[in-house]
């Protein structure tokens, strides 16, 4: 007899492990986005030049010895990557992103996400990765069309000329 009822313990309460998954996987209810939201993601890795890079003086190389000497001298480090994002006129990124790496060699590396109403967006991107405080070196400006539950992955490749739609 009390094999049985174990038994029967057992079945019941396997049962109501069942029912619970079975109830907690139809409820509650997952959505990724609310409907009639686009996502536009910014996502690429781009190195920028190395810092500070100078030629030295003769009598710098005669000091040197002579495995070591190089005309250039570059730091490890690169300049940090400018970016400025703009969606439909209103700025929705403005950062400037470290090199990565443990001596700050690497490249700046970004993956933003952005959801956005369906329909036509006007994108405005601008990257600087050299040292000037001025202006930029790359720019895209264009209108998209985003359907609901859409993903535009914005890259960016300096040998294509700069970003570019995925």
């Known amino acids: ?6 038994l029967v313990a057992q079945v019941l309460c396997l049962a109501a492990i069942g029912a619970l998954i079975g109830a907690l996987s139809v409820a509650p209810a997952y959505t990724h986005r609310a ?3 686009a996502d536009i993601k910014l996502s690429f890795a781009h190195g920028a030049p190395r810092a500070d890079c100078r030629r030295r003086s003769a009598e ?3 000091k040197l010895p002579q495995q070591m000497r190089r005309p250039i001298e570059c730091p490890r480090t690169r300049l940090p990557v400018y970016v400025l994002f703009r969606i439909d006129g209103q700025a929705v990124l403005d950062v400037a992103l470290p090199p990565s790496g443990l ?13 956005v109403a369906a329909g036509q967006h006007r994108l405005e991107l601008f990257l600087r990765d050299t040292d000037r405080e001025a202006a930029f070196d790359y720019s895209f400006d264009q209108t998209v ?3 609901p539950g859409q993903n535009l992955v914005i890259d960016f490749r300096p040998t294509t000329g700069g970003f570019y739609l995925r």
């Open 1 to 6: 007899m009390t094999r049985a009822l174990r």
């Open 145 to 147: 069309g985003v359907a």
């Open 60 to 62: 710098e190389l005669a």
């Open 35 to 37: 409907a009639g939201l």
């Open 103 to 115: 001596s700050g060699d690497g490249p700046s590396r970004i993956y933003r996400g952005f959801p």
